[in-house]
């Protein structure tokens, strides 16, 4: 099929459109397979876009040709990203009673060699001074600026992914994110934007 070949060469457009032909699918498999328990903390939408992200990821390892290799293939993703978060939201809850102590060797060690002490009270101060501004203006963004910056900036998605994520093309987004950055620094330079 010329549009999985397209896609594996890194074609942005054909990856887009089987996206598309795909994720109705794998929707379906996911609203089918989640844990009832879990649906309520995670949909399954989310799991799907998490499978589409890691498949772009490495479209070019997928051996196959066929669009029924590719769903398989797919569904192999999903079948994993599903065990994972069935294994995350099922784990359990640390309970105090079955913590053990310190090794012997640990304890004979100085307290203060336990401890990080490489920033300053004032440096902690001033970060969270900073982290607190940094919020500030984030809160002056429109809502499609704050979530391109969370991808770009948090997140570390390519301008590809957040593309797929949000919608729109690649080069939309590296342009939203770019506005972004500008009205972020004006709002934390205290300039009206």
Known sequence: MRLIRDAKAGCVESMELLIK??????????????????????????????????AQRCIG??????????????????ANDLQQTNRFYRAEKRYVGREQPLPDDLSKHSPSRLIDRTESPSTLMSDREQEALLYRALSTLRDEERQVIELRNWQRLSFVQIGVHMDRSADAVRKLWSRAVIRLQSAMDGDNV
């Open 61 to 78: 390892d997928f051996d196959g040709e066929t669009r029924q290799e590719l769903l398989s293939w797919l569904r192999g993703i999903l």
């Open 21 to 54: 032909e795909c994720q109705p699918y794998l929707l379906a498999i996911a609203n089918a397979e989640i844990d009832p328990n879990i649906a309520p903390k995670v949909g399954a939408s989310d799991i799907v876009q998490n499978s589409i992200l890691s």
